[in-house]
């Protein structure tokens, strides 16, 4: 105690020498406070480039292409949005604003690019519906718009592997496009239509498996791997977005738990003629994860069945019958990944069969199973592999960091990357040899920085990004790391505290931020956007503390299967276990008067708990709230909940107990504290209904809450005079409720 006694007295001695005050102006203001991360790094495919999206100077919301050569030297400006449209305004379908949400892209500009071919020669640039190649000279970028014409976006466009010609997806059909000059797009499928779409992620596969494309080229670039979506059984869903001076009725393929989901089917189609072979799937296979093709030109599909207990790995060889590599199971839920590497050993692969995500190799003849990792703490993901070694990345410090290491693939001793080092976080991407490797990294207060490094090597070369502000060092105050105890009295949860620095009031606030839903985790050592947030509040005289509870990501297995069937209740019990703990932990906490924030699951979190007789909270700021899980998405609220509705069984009765138990509409008579709800009207994933049926709710029970709506704004609120708005309203509400005498 004496030790952390004297942590926050050195806080409080540093508050006298604080700079200017931070403020939520200078927070939303432009250039961020970070400097303008790039988004979207690549290592082309060669490794001569690394490619990425740049904020411009002029608006960090509008990005720009950028590249730098890997061998050294400056980066160049490629192409702006503005340079390919010539003074006309950017414009965006209802499809590719949806496809952006998917991948939590809130800029303008140049979203989206890749590398076309694999000579390191040219880039392909989609830009409002239009389609641009970006071909790199000696004497600077030469752009050639492609395939002009046509009323409808060309969406999704991939290069083979060659650079010779191109895909992409228009008004639901497959179109195959040469490169040569003057040439003329062959049209694959005809049967697109506002239900069946070609070659397109469906909406449950972009955003709960992380699957955003819906073909692929083979190696020879002779073939498409296609996915068929066929959404004419979806239920349509009606959403208005209202904005200030008008309401848009949208409608959109949704499908709620329970409901029935778009039916997907895969084909192997010829480039040049267009014929088809379908690829057979079991009945039970009702999502495809992932898909490609094995060197050897066989195509594969990983799949699971309706209950995401049973994910498999399924090879269609021409003329034989379709053969199951490997399958995994677990009676809770598998989780979904990527890692899928071909070697001369065998397929790359990781598995949780242990109780940790780890490595091993598959015989995709046999499907044995070879162990190759054997870490303390999961495998996070494999980063690439060759016929040398496999990179790979892992959790460090139970789940707060995360490093990178190689291991041969004969076997041996893992080794740590160079540039090692303690409480941050790396990653990386790989070229297609994975001798390459672009590393990013991070810590608490430092915000990410690129470097290039060869496998094997001691040396970077750093590649070049704006710096952050240099008041951003002066706001960063590292957190104190607590090791919480959870509500089943033993398993150690993790947080941060970040000490309030203006402690003239002796006992002071604290705000507790909290996300508490599967496959995330907060409390890390990797840089946090939420950083100048929590240093804006410390100055406020708030404390703040970070949480992650049980059935939260980077932990061994048990620990991430809390939710199973139990939403609203684990991870509820693990918060007011850790907040009624805080004022033992750290002196001066005043235990009255303890607010929550939480966004998403999170903003579920902060509303259930309020709605709550036994709450320790003052008062909760929900944003963008879950209220009733009949209403979200099949894939995720079935993974967790399971079905919704109790076989056999019809009407109110029929709920299933999991549901019941995680809505929220029922509890509002339990509301006995301030709650502040905030909600954007086209919000396409957590829909503006959730909210809606809750405010009913509370207002039928009679109760007093606070309610901002964001006209035309999606799930992030996104944009500065937004975010601004947010900020300020939450600052007011946290101000009247847990200020002395509120």
């Not at 179109?175 to 000059?181: D, G, Q, R, S």
């Not at 399958?327 to 050993?345: C, H, I, N, S, Y």
Request: aromatic residues 8%; proline residues 7%; neutral net charge.
């Amino acid at each position: 105690m004496k030790s952390l006694l004297a942590l926050l007295a050195c806080a409080t001695s540093a508050a006298l020498a604080q700079p200017a005050p931070l403020t939520l102006d200078r927070i939303t203001a432009d250039p961020p406070l970070a400097g303008r991360l790039p988004r979207q790094a690549e290592l082309s495919p060669g490794g001569q480039w690394v490619s990425l999206l740049r904020p411009s100077q002029a608006d960090s919301e509008v990005l720009e292409l950028w590249a730098q050569p890997s061998a050294g030297g400056e980066p160049r400006k490629l192409v702006a949005a503005a340079d390919l449209l010539g003074g006309a305004a950017q414009r965006l379908s209802e499809a590719e604003k949806m496809a952006l949400e998917r991948q939590r892209i809130s800029q303008r500009g140049i979203t989206g690019y890749q590398w076309c071919g694999e000579d390191d020669a040219a880039l392909l640039v989609p830009l409002s519906g239009d389609l641009h190649l970006v071909r790199l000279a000696g004497s600077g970028p030469q752009v050639r718009k492609l395939a002009p014409g046509g009323a409808q976006p060309k969406l999704d466009p991939r290069c083979a592997s060659d650079g010779q010609r191109l895909a992409y997806v228009q008004a639901g059909n497959l179109f195959v496009l040469p490169l040569a000059p003057g040439a003329r797009p062959r049209q694959l499928t005809t049967d697109g239509s506002a239900t069946v779409t070609w070659g397109r992620a469906e909406f449950v596969a972009a955003e709960e498996l992380g699957r955003q494309r819906g073909y692929w080229w083979s190696r020879d670039g002779r073939s498409l791997l296609a996915l068929r979506v066929d959404e004419s059984g979806v239920a349509l869903k009606t959403r208005a977005q209202i904005y200030a001076d008008r309401t848009e009725m949208t409608q959109q393929r949704y499908p709620a738990a329970g409901e029935a989901n778009a039916r997907v089917t895969a084909y192997v189609i010829d480039a040049a003629s267009g014929r088809r072979r379908a690829l057979a799937l079991p009945a039970t296979a009702e999502y495809i994860a992932r898909a490609g093709w094995f060197a050897d030109g066989t195509p594969w599909l990983q799949w699971f069945n309706r209950e995401q207990t049973r994910l498999t790995l399924t090879e269609f060889r021409s003329g034989a019958a379709p053969h199951d590599i490997t399958v995994e199971t677990d009676p809770a839920w598998v989780e979904v990944q990527g890692d899928l590497f071909e070697t001369p050993r065998g397929l790359l692969w990781s598995s949780e069969a242990s109780g940790r995500r780890q490595l091993l190799l598959v015989d995709r003849t046999s499907g044995a199973r070879t162990p190759l990792t054997e870490t303390a703490e999961p495998v996070a993901h494999a980063v690439c592999a060759n016929a040398e070694h496999v990179v790979f990345a892992v959790a460090g410090d139970r789940g707060k960091s995360q490093e990178l290491y190689t291991l041969p693939l004969a076997g041996g001793r893992a080794l740590v990357l160079p540039g090692a080092g303690n409480r941050h976080w790396r990653d990386a991407k790989a070229d297609a040899g994975c001798t390459r490797l672009l590393v990013e990294r991070s810590a608490w207060g430092v915000p990410p920085r690129l470097e290039l490094r060869r496998v094997g090597e001691p040396t970077a070369i750093a590649i070049a990004g704006d710096p952050p502000d240099p008041a951003l060092r002066d706001y960063g105050t590292a957190p104190l790391a607590l090791d919480l105890t959870s509500a089943d009295g033993h398993t150690p949860l993790n947080g941060f505290f970040f000490p309030a620095q203006d402690r003239r009031e002796g006992r002071h606030p604290v705000i507790v931020m909290a996300y508490g839903g599967p496959g995330a985790a907060t409390v890390s050592w990797a840089w946090g956007r939420d950083m100048p947030l929590i240093a804006y509040w410390q100055q406020r005289g708030y404390g703040v503390l970070m949480l992650d509870t049980r059935g939260m990501a980077h932990r061994d297995r048990d620990f991430t299967r809390a939710h199973a069937k139990a939403f609203g209740q684990v991870e509820v019990a693990d918060l007011f276990a850790a907040v009624r703990q805080l004022p033992g932990r750290v002196p001066g906490v005043d235990p009255a008067r303890v607010g929550l924030f939480g966004w998403s699951y999170g903003g579920y979190l902060a509303a259930r708990a309020v709605l709550d007789a036994n709450t320790p909270f003052a008062a909760a700021i929900a944003v963008a709230p879950v209220t009733d899980w009949t209403l979200y998405d099949t894939a995720y609220a079935e993974r967790y909940l399971g079905q919704p509705v109790l076989p056999g069984v019809s009407g109110a009765s029929g709920l299933a107990p999991a549901y019941a138990n995680a809505s929220l509409p029922p509890r509002a008579d339990l509301l006995s504290r301030p709650l502040l709800l905030a909600h954007g009207t086209a919000d396409d994933n957590v829909l503006f209904e959730h909210t809606l049926r809750l405010v009913e709710a509370l207002q039928a029970a009679g109760k007093t809450f606070d309610l901002q709506i964001y006209p035309g704004k999606a799930h992030g609120i996104a944009g500065r005079a937004a975010r601004l708005h947010l900020y300020r309203t939450m600052d007011a509400f946290f101000e009247r409720h847990l200020r002395p005498g509120a």
